[in-house]
């Protein structure tokens, strides 16, 4: 059974820093580009960075860069968004997914994130 | 990286079709046919219903079908049933950054 299982989130104060975690199994991670998206609540859906299978290349929503930081290891099968300097504005459900020409399939059922004082 | 643009709510009853449009420009869904259409039930992770316009994965029902006309993309639910009540979004290659872009998404109300 393909499946992602994402972990990491918590409550936390702005300004400080988080590290999400995406295990994947079923499926050749080696092979493929894998992609963080999140949910602010009640709101849609926004990509957020994205990673080629050999982590040579990383892309990033403009409102992130600089901020976040997507990685992987392979040998792991796990996806990671290291996140820095958070904000109230940061507070979203993220979720992590496999990208196949721009369409994502599976999803993780998310990790919520929330920033306050 | 703009959103493309989704009507926030549409409505049918049972056994009737809807119609869900997502508009964005030449630069994303007009330019290219990486259109994907993602169904999300409350406190629930998205599914992905239809990539590349108007594929479906293996377990998607048939009464979900994609297609798309110049900048603007269509995701017809057909003979809809109470279980299709959820929230749809579309999504895009934007064009440039190698970047996803979404719709705003859509709520879906079966009468």
């Known amino acids: 059974e393909v499946q992602l299982v994402e972990s990491g989130g918590g409550l936390v104060q702005p300004g400080e820093s988080l590290r999400l975690s995406c295990v994947a199994s079923?499926?050749?991670?080696?092979?493929?580009?894998m992609t963080w998206v999140r949910q602010a609540p009640g709101k849609g859906l926004e990509w957020v960075a994205k990673?080629?299978?050999?982590?040579?290349?990383?892309f990033y929503v403009d409102s992130v860069k600089g901020r976040f930081s997507i990685s992987r290891d392979n040998a792991q099968n796990s996806l990671y968004l290291q996140i820095n300097s958070l904000r109230a504005d940061d507070t979203a459900v993220y979720y992590c997914?496999?990208?196949?020409?721009?369409?994502?399939?599976?999803w993780g059922r998310g990790t919520q994130v929330t920033v306050s004082s | 990286q703009s959103a493309l643009t989704q009507p926030p709510s549409v409505s049918g009853s049972p056994a009737q079709s809807v119609t869900i449009s997502c508009t964005g420009t030449?630069?994303?869904?007009?330019?290219?046919?990486?259109v994907s259409w993602y169904q999300q039930h409350p406190g629930k992770a998205p599914k992905l219903m239809i990539y590349?316009?108007?594929k479906r994965p293996s377990g998607v029902p048939d009464r979900f079908s994609g297609s798309k006309s110049g900048n603007t993309a269509s995701l017809t639910v057909s003979g809809l049933q109470a279980e299709d009540e959820a929230d749809y979004y579309c999504?895009?290659?934007?064009?440039?950054?190698?970047?996803?872009?979404f719709g705003g998404g859509t709520q879906l109300t079966v009468l």
């Open positions: 079923g499926f050749h991670f080696t092979f493929t580009w």
């Open positions: 997914a496999r990208e196949m020409y721009w369409s994502l399939d599976p």
């Open positions: 590349e316009v108007y």
């Open positions: 030449s630069n994303d869904v007009g330019g290219h046919n990486f």
């Open positions: 990673i080629k299978p050999d982590g040579s290349e990383k």
């Open positions: 999504s895009s290659y934007a064009g440039s950054n190698n970047a996803v872009v």
